[in-house]
T-cell receptor, first 112, second 120 residues
Framework: KNQVEQSPQSLIILEGKNCTLQ??????????LRWYKQDTGRGPVSLTI?????NTKSNGRYTATLDADTKQSSLHITASQLSDSASYIC???????????FGAGTRLFVKA | DAGVIQSPRHEVTEMGQEVTLRCKPI?????LFWYRQTMMRGLELLIY????????DSGMPEDRFSAKMPNASFSTLKIQPSEPRDSAVYFC??????????????????FGPGTRLLVL
Protein backbone atom coordinates (compact mmCIF):
# COMPACT_ATOMS: atom_id res chain seq x y z
CA LYS A 1 0.00 0.00 0.00
CA ASN A 2 1.29 3.47 -0.88
CA GLN A 3 1.82 5.41 2.33
CA VAL A 4 3.72 8.43 3.62
CA GLU A 5 4.49 8.64 7.31
CA GLN A 6 5.94 11.67 9.04
CA SER A 7 7.58 11.99 12.40
CA PRO A 8 7.39 13.45 14.89
CA GLN A 9 3.75 14.54 14.91
CA SER A 10 4.72 17.71 16.71
CA LEU A 11 7.90 19.33 17.89
CA ILE A 12 8.78 22.26 20.14
CA ILE A 13 12.20 23.89 19.84
CA LEU A 14 13.86 27.09 21.01
CA GLU A 15 14.55 29.86 18.58
CA GLY A 16 17.99 29.53 17.04
CA LYS A 17 18.14 25.76 17.38
CA ASN A 18 18.27 23.28 14.51
CA CYS A 19 15.76 20.50 13.94
CA THR A 20 15.14 17.62 11.58
CA LEU A 21 11.78 16.31 10.41
CA GLN A 22 11.41 12.83 9.02
CA UNK A 23 9.37 11.37 6.15
CA UNK A 24 9.24 7.66 5.33
CA UNK A 25 7.32 6.36 2.36
CA UNK A 26 6.35 3.09 0.75
CA UNK A 27 5.26 4.55 -2.58
CA UNK A 28 6.46 2.58 -5.57
CA UNK A 29 7.35 3.34 -8.27
CA UNK A 30 8.66 6.68 -7.08
CA UNK A 31 8.50 9.89 -9.10
CA UNK A 32 9.17 12.81 -6.78
CA LEU A 33 8.97 14.03 -3.21
CA ARG A 34 8.01 17.49 -2.02
CA TRP A 35 8.17 19.31 1.28
CA TYR A 36 5.60 22.02 1.97
CA LYS A 37 5.35 24.58 4.75
CA GLN A 38 1.84 25.54 5.79
CA ASP A 39 1.19 28.43 8.13
CA THR A 40 -2.04 28.33 10.10
CA GLY A 41 -4.96 29.47 7.97
CA ARG A 42 -2.97 29.66 4.76
CA GLY A 43 -2.22 27.51 1.75
CA PRO A 44 0.89 25.31 1.61
CA VAL A 45 4.09 26.81 0.23
CA SER A 46 6.52 24.62 -1.65
CA LEU A 47 9.97 24.33 -0.04
CA THR A 48 11.70 21.65 -2.12
CA ILE A 49 11.00 19.11 -4.86
CA UNK A 50 13.30 16.13 -5.37
CA UNK A 51 13.32 13.40 -7.98
CA UNK A 52 14.88 9.97 -7.80
CA UNK A 53 18.36 11.14 -8.76
CA UNK A 54 18.57 14.01 -6.27
CA ASN A 55 19.98 13.46 -2.77
CA THR A 56 19.92 16.96 -1.36
CA LYS A 57 18.15 20.20 -2.12
CA SER A 58 18.32 23.45 -0.19
CA ASN A 59 16.07 26.46 0.06
CA GLY A 60 17.60 29.02 2.38
CA ARG A 61 17.72 27.56 5.89
CA TYR A 62 15.76 24.50 4.75
CA THR A 63 17.66 21.45 3.47
CA ALA A 64 15.89 18.34 2.29
CA THR A 65 17.59 15.00 1.80
CA LEU A 66 16.34 11.93 -0.03
CA ASP A 67 17.48 8.33 0.19
CA ALA A 68 15.53 6.53 -2.52
CA ASP A 69 16.99 3.17 -1.49
CA THR A 70 15.62 3.31 2.04
CA LYS A 71 12.63 5.42 0.98
CA GLN A 72 13.39 8.10 3.53
CA SER A 73 13.54 11.87 3.38
CA SER A 74 14.36 14.48 5.98
CA LEU A 75 13.90 18.22 6.22
CA HIS A 76 16.55 20.02 8.25
CA ILE A 77 15.88 23.52 9.50
CA THR A 78 18.92 25.52 10.52
CA ALA A 79 18.92 28.34 13.07
CA SER A 80 15.17 28.24 13.55
CA GLN A 81 13.14 31.43 13.69
CA LEU A 82 9.75 32.16 15.21
CA SER A 83 8.34 32.35 11.68
CA ASP A 84 9.26 28.71 11.12
CA SER A 85 6.34 27.74 13.37
CA ALA A 86 4.06 25.92 10.95
CA SER A 87 3.04 22.49 9.70
CA TYR A 88 5.49 20.75 7.40
CA ILE A 89 3.98 18.30 4.96
CA CYS A 90 5.77 15.62 2.97
CA UNK A 91 4.13 14.64 -0.34
CA UNK A 92 5.16 11.77 -2.59
CA UNK A 93 4.11 11.35 -6.21
CA UNK A 94 4.22 7.89 -7.68
CA UNK A 95 2.64 4.52 -7.35
CA UNK A 96 0.58 2.83 -10.01
CA UNK A 97 -1.25 5.53 -11.95
CA UNK A 98 0.90 8.33 -10.51
CA UNK A 99 -0.93 9.14 -7.31
CA UNK A 100 -0.19 12.00 -4.95
CA UNK A 101 0.13 10.74 -1.38
CA PHE A 102 0.29 13.18 1.51
CA GLY A 103 1.84 12.73 4.91
CA ALA A 104 -0.10 13.88 7.95
CA GLY A 105 2.44 16.60 8.63
CA THR A 106 4.68 17.63 11.51
CA ARG A 107 3.55 20.58 13.60
CA LEU A 108 6.59 22.68 14.57
CA PHE A 109 6.50 25.26 17.33
CA VAL A 110 9.46 27.60 17.71
CA LYS A 111 9.62 29.34 21.08
CA ALA A 112 11.47 32.52 21.95
CA ASP B 1 1.39 38.89 -9.86
CA ALA B 2 -1.62 38.49 -7.57
CA GLY B 3 -1.05 34.78 -7.14
CA VAL B 4 -3.81 32.19 -7.23
CA ILE B 5 -7.15 33.76 -6.44
CA GLN B 6 -9.98 31.82 -4.86
CA SER B 7 -13.52 32.85 -4.08
CA PRO B 8 -15.35 32.90 -1.86
CA ARG B 9 -12.94 32.77 1.05
CA HIS B 10 -15.64 31.49 3.36
CA GLU B 11 -18.89 29.72 2.60
CA VAL B 12 -21.58 28.55 4.97
CA THR B 13 -24.47 26.62 3.49
CA GLU B 14 -27.13 24.15 4.44
CA MET B 15 -27.10 20.49 3.61
CA GLY B 16 -28.55 19.83 0.17
CA GLN B 17 -27.58 23.17 -1.31
CA GLU B 18 -25.32 23.58 -4.31
CA VAL B 19 -21.89 25.05 -3.65
CA THR B 20 -19.58 26.51 -6.29
CA LEU B 21 -15.98 27.32 -5.55
CA ARG B 22 -13.97 29.42 -7.96
CA CYS B 23 -10.31 29.67 -8.84
CA LYS B 24 -8.21 31.93 -11.02
CA PRO B 25 -4.73 30.47 -11.57
CA ILE B 26 -1.55 32.47 -12.00
CA UNK B 27 -1.42 33.96 -15.47
CA UNK B 28 0.64 31.82 -17.82
CA UNK B 29 0.33 28.64 -15.77
CA UNK B 30 -1.01 25.65 -17.66
CA UNK B 31 -1.89 23.28 -14.84
CA LEU B 32 -4.48 23.65 -12.11
CA PHE B 33 -5.12 21.51 -9.06
CA TRP B 34 -8.00 21.24 -6.60
CA TYR B 35 -7.21 19.98 -3.08
CA ARG B 36 -9.27 19.40 0.04
CA GLN B 37 -7.95 19.58 3.60
CA THR B 38 -9.63 18.35 6.78
CA MET B 39 -8.33 17.59 10.23
CA MET B 40 -9.26 13.94 9.87
CA ARG B 41 -7.93 13.23 6.38
CA GLY B 42 -5.29 15.91 5.89
CA LEU B 43 -4.62 17.13 2.37
CA GLU B 44 -6.10 15.27 -0.59
CA LEU B 45 -5.72 15.89 -4.31
CA LEU B 46 -9.17 15.91 -5.88
CA ILE B 47 -8.47 16.63 -9.55
CA TYR B 48 -5.97 18.35 -11.77
CA UNK B 49 -6.08 19.89 -15.22
CA UNK B 50 -3.36 20.37 -17.78
CA UNK B 51 -4.08 22.81 -20.61
CA UNK B 52 -7.71 22.93 -19.43
CA UNK B 53 -8.15 19.17 -19.79
CA UNK B 54 -8.81 16.99 -16.71
CA UNK B 55 -5.85 14.63 -16.37
CA UNK B 56 -6.62 12.80 -13.14
CA ASP B 57 -9.93 12.97 -11.31
CA SER B 58 -9.47 9.82 -9.27
CA GLY B 59 -9.48 11.85 -6.07
CA MET B 60 -12.96 13.24 -6.59
CA PRO B 61 -14.99 11.73 -3.74
CA GLU B 62 -18.20 10.94 -5.57
CA ASP B 63 -20.59 12.06 -8.25
CA ARG B 64 -21.72 15.01 -6.15
CA PHE B 65 -18.40 16.66 -6.97
CA SER B 66 -17.62 18.08 -10.39
CA ALA B 67 -14.89 20.39 -11.68
CA LYS B 68 -14.58 22.37 -14.85
CA MET B 69 -11.97 24.53 -16.50
CA PRO B 70 -13.62 26.36 -19.39
CA ASN B 71 -10.51 28.42 -20.12
CA ALA B 72 -6.95 28.91 -18.95
CA SER B 73 -7.85 31.57 -16.41
CA PHE B 74 -10.82 30.06 -14.59
CA SER B 75 -11.92 26.88 -12.89
CA THR B 76 -14.84 25.83 -10.72
CA LEU B 77 -15.41 23.05 -8.24
CA LYS B 78 -19.06 22.30 -7.67
CA ILE B 79 -20.70 20.21 -4.96
CA GLN B 80 -24.33 19.29 -5.53
CA PRO B 81 -25.96 18.43 -3.21
CA SER B 82 -23.65 19.36 -0.37
CA GLU B 83 -23.39 17.32 2.83
CA PRO B 84 -21.94 18.13 6.27
CA ARG B 85 -19.00 15.79 5.62
CA ASP B 86 -17.95 18.05 2.75
CA SER B 87 -16.98 20.70 5.29
CA ALA B 88 -13.29 21.39 4.70
CA VAL B 89 -10.84 23.91 3.32
CA TYR B 90 -10.62 23.66 -0.45
CA PHE B 91 -7.39 24.82 -2.05
CA CYS B 92 -6.66 25.58 -5.66
CA UNK B 93 -3.08 25.52 -6.93
CA UNK B 94 -1.46 26.20 -10.28
CA UNK B 95 1.87 25.44 -11.90
CA UNK B 96 3.67 25.73 -15.19
CA UNK B 97 4.34 22.26 -16.55
CA UNK B 98 7.00 21.89 -19.20
CA UNK B 99 7.74 18.98 -21.44
CA UNK B 100 5.62 15.91 -21.71
CA UNK B 101 5.84 14.65 -18.14
CA UNK B 102 2.50 16.03 -17.02
CA UNK B 103 1.72 12.92 -14.99
CA UNK B 104 4.72 13.43 -12.74
CA UNK B 105 3.81 16.93 -11.49
CA UNK B 106 7.44 17.91 -10.92
CA UNK B 107 6.92 21.64 -11.10
CA UNK B 108 6.39 24.00 -8.19
CA UNK B 109 2.74 24.43 -7.34
CA UNK B 110 1.48 27.74 -6.01
CA PHE B 111 -1.49 27.51 -3.71
CA GLY B 112 -4.32 29.95 -3.25
CA PRO B 113 -5.56 31.06 0.17
CA GLY B 114 -8.31 28.44 0.19
CA THR B 115 -12.07 28.46 0.61
CA ARG B 116 -13.32 27.42 4.03
CA LEU B 117 -16.60 25.56 3.52
CA LEU B 118 -19.02 24.73 6.29
CA VAL B 119 -22.08 22.67 5.46
CA LEU B 120 -24.67 22.67 8.23
Amino acid sequence: KNQVEQSPQSLIILEGKNCTLQCNYTVSPFSNLRWYKQDTGRGPVSLTIMTFSENTKSNGRYTATLDADTKQSSLHITASQLSDSASYICVVRGGGGFKTIFGAGTRLFVKA
Amino acid sequence: DAGVIQSPRHEVTEMGQEVTLRCKPISGHNSLFWYRQTMMRGLELLIYFNNNVPIDDSGMPEDRFSAKMPNASFSTLKIQPSEPRDSAVYFCASSLMVGDRAFENRETQYFGPGTRLLVL
